[in-house]
């Protein structure tokens, strides 16, 4: 049966030519809009997005006319990106009394890009994509240092919701620590005609609050970024011993300009990830094409989903505990991605240029119908809870260390997170934005399987429930903003030294609450959210406290931690079940 498995990942990490396009995010018949996310984790099907009228502009005074269209009409509005990649239904406009309501997507404002080579700044429109802007900037010789280690996000998607890469160097791994200016329509008096543009400089206070703003203040239209000469990338990755990492972090962090860590629990493994700035001469012409990232045959996405839902169902971790054994053999094999030549791993370390190691995501680009991205909703194939918490750097190390405590408890309950990428650690740095880090942080990433009905329990979820509350309650961890699951937002204000100054500016910006929704203001305020429901805890909709909360029908009961006592998990107990 492991050899199965093997051959399976091995295919399924095999190089591929031909995928298919990610279905966009907003599909309309004659009853009106579905507005989903790309995993379909809201959308038509799951907690529905129902959008009665959208447009599509593709100028500057094209978006104020619609942002002018919807405060006249008061409509709720929001904004969302050709990708729609952002896990909270923070893109879902609220409705008014009438149930209308107006979504704006920046699909088609995509192609302005102005370069100004000589104060080493680059502007460009919200829908530009990731990727364009770094061709662009790289196609005269500069470099944007920071980006999401994924490509498919659009300027405006990526700066509203905190992405970052990994670095404690310069001004840091969160892309909205680069810019440099912002473009914001925010609705306006009758007298300007409902909606103005708003230009923030680098020294407007206004643009901490722009920088990080969930949509929340209004459309940004434009982005305006500071850039550095042409750079190329040295990466090593060395697959080792997990033992006191917690402890040489820091010092690995200060020593490589881009380093990571990716942790896998189960293995006793941490990856550490040797990545420094290189002249442009230096030699090597690499790309790092994420393994996770590229084109996946739909069938083996599929089989793979489906050996994951039998192990589930059997109950099976040692199954799981082979798996990512196998994952991480292949990994280890192909470098994670990396490409000395941009054809094949030939060995390290691998040099190139910023734009083609810093973010990737070949998966997008899709000619045929037998590759998709491997969690495409309309191939049923990966899904899957994405938790990042992001730590002060000094809480990090005791956060790990009770991690390990649970882990040696029982390794194999990790095994389910090990097959995904394990706890992967980056690096961001103390920013001004008010909704960003209030100091030098360590983010954490970890994905778990998530059933396909949200009222299916699963395997050794009480153990990630206890790490995601020891993260978010215990060490006080910060939840990314365009992740999560909701529980992680609760009393997210306090967490924030500014978010008062960010709900001001919302208030003086947008007084009427056009572009809020019950949606973002549980991810904003992190409210709890009203009554608990039967089973709310299975999907991180709450913190169990009464047995309904879990699943006691399939077994499930509402417990606390192993080790952080104070938490309450949904534990499946063996002796409740015949
Ligand atoms: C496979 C994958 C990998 C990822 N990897 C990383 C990673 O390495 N690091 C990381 O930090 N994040 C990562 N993310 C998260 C991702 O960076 C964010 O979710 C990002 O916000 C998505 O951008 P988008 O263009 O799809 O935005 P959308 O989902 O369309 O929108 C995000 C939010 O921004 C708002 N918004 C969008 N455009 C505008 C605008 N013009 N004006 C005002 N508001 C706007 C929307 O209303 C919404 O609230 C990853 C996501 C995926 C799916
Ligand atoms: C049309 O879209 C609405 C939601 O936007 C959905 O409920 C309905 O089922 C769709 N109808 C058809 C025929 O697809
Ligand atoms: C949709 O919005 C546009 C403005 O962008 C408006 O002109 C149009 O009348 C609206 N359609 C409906 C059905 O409300
Ligand atoms: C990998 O890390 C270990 C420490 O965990 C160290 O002893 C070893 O020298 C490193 N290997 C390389 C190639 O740097
Ligand atoms: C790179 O360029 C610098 C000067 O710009 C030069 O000193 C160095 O020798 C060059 N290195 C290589 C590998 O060509």
Redesign the pocket.
């Known amino acids: 049966m492991y050899t199965l498995f093997l051959c399976l990942i091995v295919i399924w990490s095999g190089p591929t030519v031909q995928a298919k396009a990610p279905p966009p995010p907003v599909q309309c018949n004659r009853t009106g809009c579905t507005l989903s996310n790309s995993y379909g984790a809201w959308g038509s099907d799951r907690n529905g997005c129902h959008v009665t009228n959208v447009t599509y502009p593709e100028t500057e005074e094209e978006l104020r006319l619609a942002v002018a269209y919807a405060n006249q009409h008061q409509l709720k509005v929001k904004v969302v990106s050709k990708f729609s990649h952002t896990i909270p239904k923070l893109a879902c406009p609220g409705s008014n009394s009438e149930g209308a309501n107006f979504l704006i997507s920046t699909e088609n404002y995509d192609s302005g890009i102005e370069m100004d080579g000589v104060n080493l700044v680059v502007t460009a429109e919200a829908g530009v994509t990731l990727r364009r802007l770094i061709d662009e900037v790289e196609g005269v010789g500069l470099s944007l240092v920071a980006a999401p280690y994924w490509e498919g996000v659009s300027i405006g998607g990526a700066i509203s919701t905190g992405a970052h890469g990994s670095s404690w160097w310069g001004k840091g791994g969160a892309v909205h620590d680069h810019v440099v200016g912002i473009s914001l329509v925010v609705p306006a008096k009758a007298s300007e005609g409902y909606a103005k543009i708003l230009r923030l400089e680098a020294k407007d206070p206004l643009l901490n609050a722009a920088k990080v703003s969930l949509g929340l203040l209004g459309v940004i239209s434009k982005v305006k970024f500071s850039l550095e000469r042409g750079f190329k990338r040295s990466i ?1 990755y ?1 697959f ?2 997990e ?1 006191g990492f917690e402890d040489t972090f820091i010092e690995h962090a200060k020593r490589h300009e881009f380093a990571d860590i990716t942790w896998y629990p189960s293995r006793n493994v ?1 990856v ?1 990830r ?1 990545d420094d700035r290189v002249p442009i001469n230096a030699s090597g012409d690499g790309t790092f094409d994420f393994l996770g990232f590229q084109p996946n045959s739909i069938l083996i996405s599929q089989t793979i989903r489906a050996t994951e839902k039998a192990l589930e169902s059997s109950r099976n971790s040692k199954g799981k505990c082979a798996l990512a054994g196998a994952v991480v053999g292949v990994k280890k094999l192909v470098a994670n991605g990396l490409k000395n030549n941009g054809q094949i791993f030939t060995g390290y370390p691998v040099i190139g240029r910023q734009g083609k190691m810093q973010t990737s995501g070949s998966c997008l680009y899709s000619t045929a119908i037998d590759t998709t991205c491997a969690w495409d909703p309309t191939i049923k194939g990966l899904f899957f809870f994405e938790t990042t918490a992001i730590f002060a750097a000094s809480s990090f190390a005791d956060f790990i260390r009770h991690v390990k405590r649970l882990r040696d408890l029982n390794p194999d309950n990790f095994c389910g997170v090990d097959m995904y990428n394990g706890f992967l650690i980056r690096f961001i740095r103390a920013s001004q934005a008010y909704l960003g880090q209030d100091e030098d942080s360590v983010a954490v990433d970890f994905n778990y399987f998530r059933a396909d009905q949200p009222l299916t329990p699963r395997v050794n979820q009480d153990v990630w429930e206890e790490v995601e509350q020891m993260a978010f309650f215990k060490y006080g961890a910060r939840p990314h903003w365009g992740k999560n699951r909701n529980l992680a937002f609760l009393g997210v204000p306090k967490k924030y030294k500014n978010f008062g100054n960010f709900v001001e500016v919302k208030r003086v910006l947008d007084p009427q609450n056009m572009f809020s929704s019950e949606w973002s203001d549980e991810v904003l305020f992190g409210k709890e959210l009203g009554e608990k429901g039967d089973g709310c805890a299975l999907e991180g909709q709450c913190v169990c406290s009464e047995d309904r909360h879990c699943s006691p029908e399939k077994g499930y009961f509402c417990k606390q931690g192993l080790v952080y006592k104070e938490a309450r998990v949904c534990r499946y107990l063996q002796s409740s079940v015949s």
């Open positions: 090593t060395n080792t011993e033992a941490a550490y040797y």
